[in-house]
């Protein structure tokens, strides 16, 4: 045994009557007491956090404790908190009233933005939420190839449609089976799964169902079954499969879009798919989805063209304002040489602990984007994501939470920091996690 192996030290949880308090109201009137299944710690056990406010890389709860915040929002808050250039621009648009159901020229502006940054988008839609942009991504592509099938990845998340709630079945090539009750089983056929990082899976499919395939969707960056990169050459893959049978590409980067790269993980890997799937950091915060792709593709949507898609909402002036100050602020020289520094520090820090107390783990990261899996083997696919120790994730969780950092409430989820996430910020977050890895 190292003489440096961290002595355990215990904490002592503080006070979280008011969360406790409105876990029970939101309960009598919210569907298991939350508007998003995640946020109600069902994985961790325990009674959720009722936050109040957030500044910076900190967010404080109902009963006053302040935590270094490693969720940001599941991803939008890429600049910390109430960054106070956003909040001065959305209160300055909110004077002029919150939307008309006619267009802006905000929005033009936004498109202009989104079109410079993402290599494959030379047009783009405004929707509202990631879930939109998804199925409105796939409805497009079996719009433009007349073909009803699609191919995504077991592990992988594209929003609540009904197509995607589809998991793996043992092998790669299993008919899919409805993720939720509720999803028609005819609807659910129509979703066949393959392996991340198994282009091999892939070719299977498209040979087993022939010039029926509309779509391959994939996170080129896995988010959601925790943090996994595609292996050398997987993407590349995928193109030259998804262009040899004449399905579409689409890269659903919600997550990673303005995240692992201003212009996403397209541009990091050099991958340029047919359409591409926005959410999270272009609405800053408020709700804001989009979907783009070429002028050709993207001319089949209505009202250029025969497919429908709509949005009473859809690129409002609050969310635009939100989306745009926040893209302006991430153009500033340097920013994501930063993120990716202190990103490294982190799961650097994060890893050396872990080996000093013996205990394995694999930190997987890009960029500002990471996830500590407990485990033996590296994570590749969702099925070695499933070899986790969750008992050790949970007490991790809740070690954290006492020693005030607050990370997702699932050991299948990536951490998200920001540019306010300093050196020191990590510095804590390390020392937190090197003593919680003493409890048990
Ligand atoms: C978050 C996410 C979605 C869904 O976005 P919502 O805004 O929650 O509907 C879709 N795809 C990916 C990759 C995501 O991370």
Request: proline residues 7%; glycine residues 10%.
């Amino acid at each position: 045994m190292p003489t440096s192996a961290p002595t355990a030290t215990p904490v002592t949880p503080p006070t979280r009557t008011r969360s406790a308090q409105a876990f029970e109201a939101a309960q009598a009137v919210l569907p298991g007491g939350v508007n998003s299944p995640v946020r109600a710690f069902k994985s961790v056990g325990g009674s959720p956090l009722f936050m109040a406010k957030a500044q910076g890389a900190h967010i404080w709860d109902v009963d006053g404790n302040k935590y270094i915040d490693c969720i940001g929002s599941f991803g939008p808050a890429i600049l910390g908190h109430a960054h106070p250039q956003v909040v001065k621009a959305v209160q300055h648009v909110a004077e002029n009233g919150f939307c008309y159901g006619a267009p802006t020229e905000l929005e033009t502006t936004l498109a202009q933005e989104i079109i410079a940054a993402v290599p494959s988008i030379e047009m783009v839609r405004l929707v509202n939420s990631g879930t939109e942009a998804a199925l409105s991504a796939a409805r497009l592509a079996r719009a433009v190839t007349g073909r009803q099938y699609l191919i995504k990845f077991a592990g992988c998340y594209h929003g609540h449609a009904d197509a995607f709630l589809v998991k793996a079945g043992s092998g790669a090539t299993t008919l899919g089976q409805p993720d939720s009750s509720g999803v028609p089983v005819s609807v659910a056929n129509l979703t066949l799964t393959a392996t991340f990082n198994d282009s091999n899976s892939v070719a299977a499919l498209l040979s087993q169902y022939p010039d029926q395939v509309a779509a391959i969707l994939v996170e080129p960056v896995v988010g959601n079954m925790g943090c996994v990169r595609p292996k050398d050459g997987f993407l590349k893959d995928l193109r030259d499969l998804a262009t040899a049978s004449g399905a579409m590409l689409v890269f659903d980067e919600v997550m990673t879009g303005f995240r692992v790269a201003y212009g996403g993980a397209q541009s990091l890997y050099s991958v340029t798919p047919d359409v591409t799937c926005l959410g999270k950091i272009i609405g800053g915060g408020l709700p804001v989805g989009a979907y783009g792709a070429s002028k050709a593709i993207m001319q089949h949507v209505a009202p250029a063209g025969p497919m429908y898609q709509a949005g009473t909402l859809s690129g409002n002036p609050m969310a635009v304002t939100a989306g745009l100050e926040t893209l302006r602020l991430l153009q500033q020289p340097g920013t994501y040489e930063s993120l990716e520094a202190n990103g490294e520090y982190l799961a650097r820090g994060l890893q050396k602990a872990c080996d000093e107390a013996n205990i394995p783990a694999q930190v997987q990261r890009v960029g500002s984007m990471l996830t500590v899996f407990f485990t033996e083997t590296p994570v590749v696919d969702y099925e070695s994501a499933l070899t986790v120790d969750r008992d050790r994730f949970n007490t991790m969780f809740w070690g954290l939470l006492n020693r005030g950092v607050s990370i997702p409430p699932s050991p299948f989820e990536a951490w998200f920091t920001s540019l306010a996430h300093t050196p020191e910020v990590m510095d804590a977050i390390i020392a937190a996690f090197t003593q919680a890895l003493t409890d048990s």
